[in-house]
């Protein structure tokens, strides 16, 4: 193992053990519930969307190491930014963890430590399924949780 993929790997171990965000948000007038079958992780996401921006997201849930840290990072990564921008960072993120794009890191910040899993395609859900659930919640209406199935 790299240094590189030591320190990426300590990220994703510390989100998973002190995950950021983590909790229910009461005041959420977004949210959705996401399922990966294949491993098992589940995750709910929660927000606030206020004039477009995202101005709070929490996640509960449970499932592996990544998935977890996946949720910790994409609620830190997205908070404050607007819908478009949110989506247009899940792009990338996508394009990152499934191997497309060599570059495809560089602007994500400490997303870029998910590079590793397109190596391991079964992984890929549960690195992106935090992500395709917020997608469902800004998609959802503000009536009721929208759900989500990476299957
Ligand atoms: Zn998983």
């Not at 300590?10 to 996401?34: M, T, Y």
Request: with cysteine; proline share 4%; charged share 25%.
């Amino acid at each position: 193992m790299t240094d590189l993929q030591e320190l990426y790997q300590s990220v994703i171990l510390d989100h998973n053990r002190k995950p950021r965000n983590f909790g229910a948000l009461p005041e959420a007038n977004r949210e959705a519930d996401g399922k990966n079958p294949l491993c098992g992780d589940e995750v709910h996401v929660a927000l606030v969307l206020q004039d477009d921006t995202i101005t709070d997201v929490r996640f509960t849930g449970h499932g592996c190491a990544i998935s977890k840290a996946s949720a910790s990072l994409m609620t830190a990564a997205v908070k404050g930014k607007t819908r478009a921008e949110a989506e247009a960072l899940f792009e990338r993120f996508h394009t990152l963890v499934l191997g497309k794009d060599a570059d495809a890191g560089k602007d994500l910040g400490p997303l870029v430590v998910f590079s590793g899993v397109s190596r391991f395609p079964v992984r890929v859900k549960c690195a992106s399924l935090a992500w395709h659930t917020l997608k469902a919640a800004l998609e959802s209406e503000a009536a009721g949780p929208a759900a989500v199935s990476t299957e």
